[in-house]
């Protein structure tokens, strides 16, 4: 089978090419096409995965690497589609996250601020794309991990349908630590989890008919022995009676991370953009070291993840348990093996709701698990939000629908309505600001300077 991977040139590609070496089942991965708009790091990348393969114990030939800049020839025979792009590139990322701290708001990239700004720049160029694999790949299955995730699923549907699923490792990861916890095999553990990308949380975890999350709740050894547990702290968590997402410390101490991320010299996005960058230079020069350099790299970036959360809540490193491997390319992977050989799986993704959360619509894209097999994802009956969870999750999903209405018809109107409706934007006023500096600084914007 031949995979493609949109973004082939991203820093994150050689974890997705590990699995694939690691998989050794029939009918498994043969051909992976890296398509990019960079060349230079096409071709860095290309050398990582080279060298991953030439030191990789497998009885059986790696999978063949090519690389193009051409998308249809990159498109054309896929069976599987991998979307991980970043338009704008990690440049954009620091914009937008400077935009929003200059304006005393969050700017994190999928959260707030610089998610939306993220979406806005995204969301034209994912649907360009999926009208490319519509007419020419409309077999293909389209695995999508594009920031904002949820948001550029929804956006891809309407002209993908079904064949486009979104993926994060946020959720499985939260589950599997959890699971974990409370010596529980996270394989075979049910996670009753539901919201939207970034947005959600665990609010049961059952194994031999037990739910055992309650146990989990009242012991502070175990929440104390996971990131997430703490992140929110056990008797945070014991009041809303589930252990939300990383990413929700955005929303439950939101003043307390501004003032942490406004405290340091410089932001994640622009941490990134120097690490990799590096990385990239150092490749070009040394391309015989390129999985060494790659390595080293990849250490730092995971040891510093979140770091300005974890110095709120004083949650100290990241231990070994937290950053073990098995996060979205395990997604990717299983998810690719259900779908090729009808293999059952149960996978928690980003799709249509098809009225299983009650407070949104059948087409609105959350974040659930899903029974997969040969005719795709559906999501599983999951319990009810509570009223705080379907709140905030209704009040997101309308600042993503209102930034697909803004990236989709060119409206500045609806592009302010996002900025301006989302909980962690106070203000009318700073949400125009922050548009109007997105709109003269990111020149992906210039559709919305009408």
């Known amino acids: ?53 030439s ?32 338009v704008g590139g990690l440049e954009g990322r620091t914009i937008d996250e400077r935009i929003a701290l200059d304006l005393d708001v969050l700017g994190q990239e999928t959260v707030g601020a610089g998610g939306i700004a993220y ?15 519509a007419a020419v790949a409309p077999e293909a299955w389209t695995i999508n991990f594009t920031n904002p995730a949820g948001m550029v699923t929804e956006a891809m549907i309407p002209i993908l ?14 589950g599997r630590r959890a699971a974990l916890a409370v010596g529980v095999d996270p394989s075979t553990a049910f996670y009753d989890y539901a919201g939207l990308n970034h947005l959600g949380w665990l609010r049961g975890l059952r194994s031999g008919g037990v739910d055992r999350l309650p146990e989990l709740l009242q012991s502070d050894d175990a929440l104390s022995s996971f990131e997430e547990g703490r992140l929110f702290s056990p008797d945070w968590l014991r009041s809303i009676g589930s252990i939300p997402n990383e990413y929700l410390h955005y929303y439950y101490f939101a003043r307390e991370t501004l003032a ?24 070009g020069k040394h391309p015989d070291q390129a999985l060494e350099l790659w390595q080293k790299t990849r250490a730092e970036r995971e040891s510093t993840y979140g770091v300005e959360s974890r110095e709120v809540a004083d949650a100290g490193e990241r231990d070994e348990r937290d950053m073990e491997a098995g996060g ?19 996978l928690i993704l980003n799709v249509r709701n098809r009225g ?57 109107s609806a592009a302010l309505k996002a900025l301006a409706y989302h909980p962690l934007i106070d203000s009318v006023t700073v949400a125009r600001s922050v548009l109007d500096a997105c709109v003269e600084r990111l020149p992906d914007l210039a559709y919305l300077r009408a």
Not at 119 to 133: D, E, F, N, S
Not at 161 to 174: K, M, T
């Open 328 to 346: 979205y390319e395990q997604v990717a992977l299983s998810l690719m093996r259900a779908i090729a050989h009808n293999e059952r799986a149960s």
């Open 260 to 283: 942490a991320v406004q405290a340091v010299r410089q932001t994640r996005g622009t941490f990134l953009l120097e690490q990799q960058s590096a990385f990239y230079a150092e490749t």
């Open 161 to 174: 349908g079904d064949r486009v699923i979104g993926i994060c490792d946020s959720p499985s990861g939260l």
């Open 55 to 86: 030191v990789a114990d497998h009885p059986l030939p790696p999978p063949v690497v090519t690389e193009t800049t051409d998308l249809d020839e990159a498109l054309r025979g896929a069976d599987f589609i991998f979307s991980a792009i970043r």
């Open 356 to 412: 299983v959360l009650h407070h949104l619509d059948d087409d609105a894209v959350i974040e659930i698990p899903c029974t997969v097999d040969a005719n795709g994802a559906l999501p599983v009956t999951v319990s009810q939000l509570t009223d705080h969870q379907a709140g905030l999750v209704c009040s997101v999903k309308a600042v993503e629908r209102s930034t697909i209405d803004a990236a989709t018809t060119g409206s500045r």
């Open 1 to 53: 089978m031949r995979l493609t991977i949109l973004g082939g040139g991203g820093f994150r590609v050689p974890l997705v090419y590990h699995a694939l070496l690691g998989d050794r089942g029939a009918g498994r991965i043969t051909e992976v096409v890296l398509f990019d708009t960079d060349r230079s790091r096409l071709a860095a990348i290309g050398a990582v995965l080279r060298q991953q393969a």
């Open 119 to 133: 979406g806005l720049r995204t969301l034209p160029v994912a649907v360009r794309i999926a009208q490319r694999i």
